[in-house]
T-cell receptor, first 111, second 113 residues
Framework: DQQVKQNSPSLSVQEGRISILNCDYTNSMFDYFLWYKKYPAEGPTFLISISSIKDKNEDGRFTVFLNKSAKHLSLHIVPSQPGDSAVYFCAAGVGNEKLTFGTGTRLTIIP | DTGVSQNPRHKITKRGQNVTFRCDPISEHNRLYWYRQTLGQGPEFLTYFQNEAQLEKSRLLSDRFSAERPKGSFSTLEIQRTEQGDSAMYLC???????????FGSGTQLSVL
């Protein structure tokens, strides 16, 4: 029962272009969504979040979009930089309780 | 703010042995979480504490697993009679309150031989 799905295990993007990472969820009770970034041998690092009362949240080069009717969210990174190469996890929860994570998307930025 | 600290970073043990991991959360954070991550998967929730009270345990946390948070400060996660299937990265996270983002430690990588 995978309540949070990231269907693309990997993504390669040219430096300077836009990276779009996608996430789908099935539990309509989720009201808080986050993106985390993870480098090898390190714990996940918080990137950006969005509450279900919003449909967009921006922070610098990162923007998260939420489409509640489609139960879909996406993370846009623009422009993409080599340091953005990492595994990105989508997470969802009711409040911040016991977040449910997706399986991750490995983003590779090509110089 | 020194971040969430986990020790040890790596643990190699033989099947059947007991292991204990420690997590020191960010000092003012009253919520502490344990997650487990295996290769190719996202972190999976194990349990969480608010102060010293353990509020929820996942069904993933079998009877061989026990977590404590005495005095609402650091936490320990013990695995008794380890099995090869316990091999994973064990992640600790803390937050100040509900709806505040989780800060993760670097994890403890457990290998059971």
């Amino acid at each position: 029962d995978q309540q949070v799905k990231q269907n693309s295990p990997s993504l390669s993007v040219q430096e300077g272009r836009i990276s779009i990472l996608n996430c789908d969820y099935t539990n309509s009770m989720f009201d808080y969504f986050l993106w985390y970034k993870k480098y090898p041998a390190e714990g996940p690092t918080f990137l950006i979040s969005i509450s279900s009362i919003k449909d967009k949240n921006e922070d610098g080069r990162f923007t998260v979009f939420l489409n509640k009717s489609a139960k879909h969210l996406s993370l846009h990174i623009v422009p993409s930089q080599p340091g953005d190469s990492a595994v990105y996890f989508c997470a969802a929860g009711v409040g911040n309780e016991k977040l449910t994570f997706g399986t991750g998307t490995r983003l590779t930025i090509i110089p | 703010d020194t971040g969430v600290s986990q020790n040890p970073r790596h643990k190699i043990t033989k099947r059947g042995q007991n292991v204990t991991f420690r997590c020191d959360p960010i000092s003012e954070h009253n919520r502490l979480y344990w997650y487990r991550q295996t290769l190719g998967q996202g972190p999976e929730f194990l349990t969480y504490f608010q102060n010293e009270a353990q509020l929820e345990k996942s069904r993933l946390l079998s009877d061989r697993f026990s977590a404590e948070r005495p005095k609402g400060s650091f936490s320990t996660l013990e695995i008794q009679r380890t099995e090869q299937g316990d091999s994973a990265m064990y992640l600790c996270a803390s937050s100040f309150s509900l709806r505040e983002k989780l800060f993760f430690g670097s994890g403890t990588q457990l290998s059971v031989l």
